[in-house]
Nanobody
Framework: QVQLVESGGGLVQPGESLRLSCAASRFTLDYYAIGWFRQAPGKEREGVSCISRSDGSTYYVDSVKGRFTISRDNAKNTVYLHMNSLKPEDTAVYYC???????????????WGQGTQVTVSS
């Protein structure tokens, strides 16, 4: 029932910016959290950021604080991840996922998008 579609990934140079989108369908995001996760080959899936639609709280992993910003567009039922000052270590497949409230553990999210590749390289 729940549909999540990520977009906006691509190849950028270090220091550049990128905006990822997570579009939701079949349900409203008003009372659900959206988390962003990333996974590189050979590495564990890592929680990056989360936004709670019920109270507007946002969360970030330490490695992206001050560089990434999570936001929403209610009219489009879409959550964004604005990524600034990108570093090579940000390279990964980025996924969005939803559950009732924010949680840093990916195993707590039952619904996922297909992922979008972000590559940061000179």
């Amino acid at each position: 029932q729940v549909q999540l579609v990520e977009s906006g990934g691509g190849l950028v140079q270090p220091g550049e910016s990128l905006r990822l989108s997570c579009a939701a369908s079949r349900f409203t995001l008003d009372y659900y959290a959206i988390g962003w996760f990333r996974q590189a080959p050979g590495k564990e899936r890592e929680g990056v950021s989360c936004i709670s639609r019920s109270d507007g709280s946002t969360y970030y992993v330490d490695s992206v604080k001050g560089r990434f910003t999570i936001s929403r567009d209610n009219a489009k039922n879409t959550v964004y991840l604005h990524m600034n000052s990108l570093k090579p270590e940000d390279t990964a497949v980025y996924y969005c996922a939803t559950r009732r409230t924010c949680n840093r553990d990916p195993s707590q999210y039952p619904h996922w998008g297909q992922g979008t590749q972000v590559t940061v390289s000179s």
